[in-house]
């Protein structure tokens, strides 16, 4: 969504924003035709049989809808759980009691704890491997960003066998070229993708039956990076894209909603599932209370993205048990005027930097880069990276830190349109990520 888009969510205050926003989605709106093949029927009906936990409580809110995962013909819980902070085996397991069966987890999650608590999670719970999916990536097991990048296939090979022993499983459904765009910079787009090396091993792991399905991902899905997802969708090769896809326009770098909603439509079409990540953004951190007894700014949120039919689930990092009863509730549930009012009032009071935006730095005399600052210190506090947003930090020149703001008179925030306190964050980031 770019900015005007925000603008619209903020200014409008009737229904007819509403029906706007929902009808943008909409399956008509998208030319989405279903094909009669059953290769390609992409329909969203739920599973006959939901993956037995044999711990059901009577009246416990769960996931009621499952999804199909494109040509695939995997059918997934329509809120699925991010592993990102992945570090009590019990988050997990009451994660697949309430019926949750996707599970998005990488070697460089917690250093490798992610999977094995996944592993353990899954063990404990009794329910068949086949009847769960997990994600995991082609990364070393080390902290974030661990991404593999130009290696030899035998060191691909490695990895994945590495995932397995810490998964305790013998095989896995998806494995990621993760996180595109990073670690990667100066190279095409699609370098990582077309990595021979990567894909012999692919083919290989699968041979022996131990991966089912190749995979990419991209936080930042910039202009920059369009070529390298419709590469993707097109080669043949990627069953699955994960994207970032939420209300407030779902990717960085001034994508629009639009450029996005293009991108599941075309994976869609092709048989290709399209997996929604970073589906909180503007509702993260915000009181999570229920609001006039009809839902939350989070289930809001989820509502919306799951309102686009391309959308085969949303992954969203789930910390504690509460979180996940509070997430399942939304499991199947229809977007309304009540959850669009809900996400309107998120986005008014929503004092986060947009990821994307760099409006205000064109008027800091002093260069200070506020909006990575700004995200790095996200990633401190919402994505249990405190040593990589550290790391980052302690990377930019000394004179584009926070702490150049020292008697500034703040002439950067009157160019925000979203009522961040730029120098108050700016302190509290510098506070945060300072090793000093
Ligand atoms: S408060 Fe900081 S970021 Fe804003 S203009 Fe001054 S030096 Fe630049
Ligand atoms: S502080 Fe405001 S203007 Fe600056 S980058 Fe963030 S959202 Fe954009």
């Not at 939901?50 to 059918?75: F, V």
């Not at 991404?147 to 990895?159: G, L, V």
């Not at 990717?251 to 909603?261: A, Y």
Request: with cysteine; aromatic share 10%; glycine share 8%.
């Amino acid at each position: 969504m770019s900015s005007n888009d925000n603008k619209n969510i903020n200014n409008s205050t009737d229904r007819r924003g509403f029906l706007k926003m929902a009808s943008a989605i909409s399956l008509g709106s998208l030319g989405l035709g279903y094909c009669s093949t059953k290769e390609n029927d992409l329909e969203q009906k739920p599973m006959t049989k939901q993956p037995a936990t044999g711990s059901e409580e009577p009246g416990a809110s769960r996931i009621i809808s499952y999804r199909r995962l494109g040509r695939t013909g995997l059918r997934v819980s329509d809120i699925s759980f991010g592993a990102g902070g992945l570090t009590n085996y019990r988050v997990a397991l009451r994660a697949i009691q309430l019926g949750i069966n996707y599970f998005d987890t990488a070697p460089d999650y917690v250093g490798g704890r992610s999977e094995k608590v996944l592993g353990q999670a899954i063990k404990a719970s009794g329910v068949p491997r086949s009847r769960l999916v997990i994600a995991t990536k082609f990364c070393y097991e080390t902290g974030y960003p661990g991404h593999m990048y130009n290696e030899s296939k035998e060191t691909y090979m490695k990895a994945v066998n590495d995932c397995l022993k810490r998964l305790q499983t013998n095989y896995i459904d998806f494995v990621f070229v993760h996180a595109l765009g990073e670690k990667d910079s100066g190279s095409p787009e699609t370098y990582r993708l077309k990595d021979q090396n990567m894909l012999a091993a692919f083919r290989e792991l699968k041979s022996q039956g131990k991966v089912r399905h190749l995979a990419v991902s991209c936080h930042n899905y910039t202009a920059a990076m369009k070529g390298g997802i419709d590469y993707a969708i097109n080669s043949g090769n990627f069953d699955l894209i994960m994207l970032a896809y939420n209300f407030r326009g779902g990717s960085p770098d001034k994508q629009t909603l639009e450029s996005v909603v293009n991108m599941s439509k075309k994976a869609y079409r092709k048989g290709v599932a399209f997996v929604a990540m970073k589906t909180l953004n503007g509702a993260r951190g915000l009181d999570s209370e229920e609001l006039k007894g009809k839902g939350t700014f989070a289930q809001a949120a989820f509502k919306w993205v799951l309102s686009n039919p391309a959308v085969g689930c949303l992954v969203v990092t789930m910390r504690n048990m509460s979180q996940i009863e509070e997430y399942v509730k939304a499991s199947g549930q229809k977007f309304t005027y009540n959850d669009y009012q809900l996400l309107k009032q998120a986005s008014l009071e929503s004092k986060e930097c947009q990821i994307g935006c760099t409006d205000c730095e064109k008027n800091c005399p002093k260069g200070v880069k506020i909006a990575d600052i700004l995200r790095y210190n996200i990633y401190f506090n919402y994505y249990d990276q405190e040593k990589y947003a550290m790391q980052k930090y302690s990377f930019l020149p000394a004179s584009m830190r926070a702490n150049n703001c020292d008697g500034c008179e703040s002439p950067c925030q009157s160019s925000c349109a979203y009522g961040v306190n730029i120098k108050e964050q700016l302190a509290e980031a510098h506070a945060n990520l300072s090793f000093a």
